[in-house]
């Protein structure tokens, strides 16, 4: 087996339930992922949902590296004895066949022992979707019960309904409902949020989500409403523009008055020759004018990777410095850090950050997070988490990034742009497989709403009856 220290977790974003006391508890659902890396050593990514993927009636059954984790050791560094403490971990890592996480256990460490401290487990339909997701504690002798959230889906892999569910003893009690509806583009074009109500014994309404789109399938309007008095009222709505490349340019923010629609805020985006993002410039609507408020300023290395994202405020009459992060890369681009950078007046100090080293492969091998004192002299606190996994054989028909497909800006809050001379269809899936976005690629260049997706990294997909392109991107 293949052991190696792999720090931190790629964070992955759970269902939209956060209405609710558990919503804390829930960020401990996903904390990896199954990794595919190509033999050639290239910075590709590509989560294998089976060991043969079936593409039209052809069927690709090459070799990879699969990463899957054994376990993970999480450190906090104490800077007072400056040494590593060993916390917690994660263990009893279980995969299917088709690399689905199925169950994995926290536990904490006592003294020179190991306590359960939760189990959480998993689900999944025959798309690979998840279907069900169950979290439960240790009680000394036995798991117990405390949440659940069951899923389901129509034909396309869209999710249709998301219901969050606690444990009271005796039996499951319903919490929270989540309600979708796309048109035939697959565009989410409802939602709908629903509570249980125990005095009336079902379902309450009380809010829904409507969103519009153009013809090149951008959401160019987002409509909030609540249920009152057994009608549909409006409290405010979003409405976005777009260039000729589908980048989005403008983002406007109103509320509902009583017969009006009144401005609050807006946002307008700039971007260079190659549809980078570079800049951000956020105002407040104030006595009749747009006021500024602050922007973020971005910018990129020659392989459109980010490297710095400066904020300002503004101060009247002149932009005031608040803030930065910076990035580096290493030659596979892959990120090997990112600092965040307050102003103090006079010169930039250090507040927080992560370090990152990776192996041969590609794979992340180390993570370390630092954060400054106030005036950026030493560390004032660090933790690490170290994963432990070993290799499987899977697929290795993928094509390199940079021959067959093109993906910027990575990383990117509201579009993509794939650039690709290969038609075909895409798909764009979280790190557990489970399918977001799906569309037709007949262009050499075409943009991508991804403004939709949860904050984490994600795989691109482009397949055909020949060949598959894999791409990773990064949803800020």
């Known amino acids: 087996m293949k052991k190696i220290l792999f720090f931190a977790i790629l964070a992955l974003s759970l269902n939209a339930v956060a209405q609710s006391k558990y919503s804390s508890a829930r960020t401990n659902e996903n904390k990896f992922g199954r990794i595919v890396r190509d033999g050639k050593k290239t910075n590709n990514l590509n989560l294998n949902l089976n060991f043969e993927q079936t593409i039209g009636n052809k069927t690709l059954k090459n070799p990879t590296l699969i990463q899957e984790t054994d376990s993970i050791y999480h450190w906090g560094w104490d800077v007072y004895n400056f040494f590593w403490i060993l916390g917690y971990k994660v263990t009893r890592i279980i995969y299917d066949a088709n690399g689905n996480l199925l ?52 034909g396309g892999n869209n999710m249709l309904s998301s219901t969050f569910v606690v444990w009271n003893w005796t039996g499951w009690l319903n919490q929270d409902k989540y309600t979708y509806a796309y048109d035939v583009n697959n565009n989410q074009i409802n939602e709908i949020y629903q509570y249980w109500s125990t005095s009336a014994n079902r ?58 629609w009144v401005n609050s805020t807006r946002n307008i985006y700039n971007y260079d020759a190659n549809n980078n993002l570079i800049s951000n410039i956020e105002q407040f609507w104030n006595s009749n004018l747009w006021q500024n408020h602050s922007q973020t300023i971005y910018t990129y290395n020659t ?21 930065q992060t910076s990035h580096t890369y290493d030659s596979s681009n892959n990120q090997t850090s990112s600092i965040n950078k307050g102003w103090n007046g006079s010169q930039w100090e250090n507040t927080d950050g992560h370090f990152y080293t990776y192996d041969s492969d590609n794979f992340k091998i ?14 004032s606190r660090g933790d690490s988490d170290y994963f432990y996994f070993h290799t499987v054989v899977g697929i290795k028909n993928f094509n390199k990034q940079d021959e067959c497909i093109t993906l910027y800006p990575n990383p990117s809050s509201e579009k993509i742009t794939v650039e690709t001379p290969t038609k075909g269809f895409l798909t764009i899936l979280n790190l557990n497989g489970q399918q977001l976005i799906t569309c037709q690629i007949t ?29 990773k991107i990064i949803k800020q």
Request: hydrophobic share 30%; net charge negative; no cysteine.
């Open 303 to 323: 392989n459109y990777n980010r490297t710095n994202e400066l904020f300002q405020a503004w101060n009247d009459s002149i932009w005031v410095s608040q803030g």
């Open 103 to 154: 169950r994995y256990t926290d536990q904490n460490r006592i003294g020179n022992g190991w306590v359960n401290v939760d189990l959480n487990t998993y689900a999944y339909d025959g798309d690979n979707n998840r279907i069900n997701y169950l979290y439960q504690v240790w009680n000394d002798s036995l798991w117990l019960n405390q949440y659940q959230y069951t899923s389901t889906y129509d």
């Open 203 to 260: 379902w309450q309404t009380q809010w829904q989500i409507i969103n519009s789109y153009n013809a090149n399938q951008n959401r160019t309007n987002e409509l909030f409403q609540a249920w009152k008095d057994s009608i549909w009222v409006n409290l405010s709505q979003k409405i976005y523009s777009y260039d000729a490349y589908y980048n989005r340019t403008s983002y406007l923010y109103q509320q509902w008055n009583d017969s009006v």
């Open 366 to 379: 180390t993570d370390t997070f630092k954060e400054w004192t106030n005036s950026g002299a030493f560390i």
């Open 443 to 471: 262009e050499p260049k075409t943009q991508i709403d991804v403004s939709t997706l949860p904050t984490g990294v994600y795989f691109v997909r482009l397949a055909n009856d020949k060949t598959v392109a894999i791409g």
